[in-house]
């Protein structure tokens, strides 16, 4: 196998499901959708549930200095956020979608933007994204990234069947920032130690609330502007560390 066929598993796996979404969603009734969104919500929350409990981790405690770790995340999520909207991030991810949605020739009444917004950061934000592709990279296996594969096929289908087909417009942003990784494991090697990685899992975590929390309509947090907040949190992680 190449180097990269993983994130291309990914990419097949996201077309696919969401292929069979759309074809499905003529199919599912308005109110059947609606639940389908919930569960989806829910299941999201789960996943959140798991990636915060790397912030109980005792690699990730002993890493840091005592009772400094939850001061790390909130630095992060805070300087991150404050970068992502100065950047406008949010803006500039509903700006793509926009075009793709005319490149599509997709409807103005369609969910092609919240489709590709949501499914976009779902598939993105996780520790398999970023471990899958910098294993692939150094040649060490793809087993996380079928994994990450067979979730993002079942979340592709049952995104696309009410969100339609800016679900299959999110495999760009994934072969891009798992192409990233993949190079980065190619080429450096292993460059994440594991308390970083915790570091990095609990902020995907927090923004896979956000993710749960619009895809449940309660709140629309703009969880694009908090994207910085993966590269800030093992950054600060690593001074303390040294620090400590």
């Known amino acids: 196998m190449f180097v990269g066929v993983g994130t291309l598993i990914n990419i097949v796996a996201i077309l696919i499901g969401s292929s069979l979404g759309v074809m499905a969603g003529a199919r599912i009734t308005k109110k059947s959708q609606s639940l389908i969104t919930d569960v989806l919500g829910l299941i999201t929350a789960l996943g959140a549930a798991s990636a915060l409990s790397a912030l109980w981790s005792p690699v990730f405690q002993a890493a840091l200095p005592k009772s400094s770790s939850l001061l790390v ?3 992060s999520m805070l300087i991150g ?3 992502g909207s100065v ?3 949010e803006t500039r991810l509903d700006a793509f979608g926009e075009k793709l949605r005319d490149r599509f020739r997709a409807s103005q009444e369609s969910p092609f933007v919240e489709g590709f917004v949501s499914a976009s950061l779902l598939f993105v934000i996780g520790p ?3 471990l899958g592709s910098v294993s692939d990279g150094m040649s060490q296996g793809i087993d996380q990234l079928i994994l990450k594969s ?3 096929f079942f979340a592709a289908m049952a995104f696309a069947s009410t969100l339609g087909w800016g679900v299959a417009a999110s495999a760009i942003p994934v072969a891009i920032y798992q192409g990233f990784w993949t190079v980065i494991g190619f080429a450096a090697g292993s460059v994440l130690s594991q308390y970083q990685i915790d570091a990095m899992t609990i902020c995907g975590g927090l923004m896979l609330v956000g993710i749960a929390l619009r895809l449940l309509d309660i ?4 969880v694009a502007n908090l994207l910085p907040a993966l590269v800030i949190a093992p950054t600060i992680a690593t001074v303390l560390h040294i620090l400590s």
């Not at 709140?219 to 703009?222: A, D, H, L, V, W």
């Open 128 to 130: 398999l994204a970023i």
């Open 219 to 222: 709140k629309k947090i703009p």
């Open 150 to 152: 067979s979730l993002d």
């Open 87 to 89: 950047l406008s991030l």
């Open 81 to 83: 956020g404050l970068i």
């Open 73 to 75: 995340i909130l630095a």
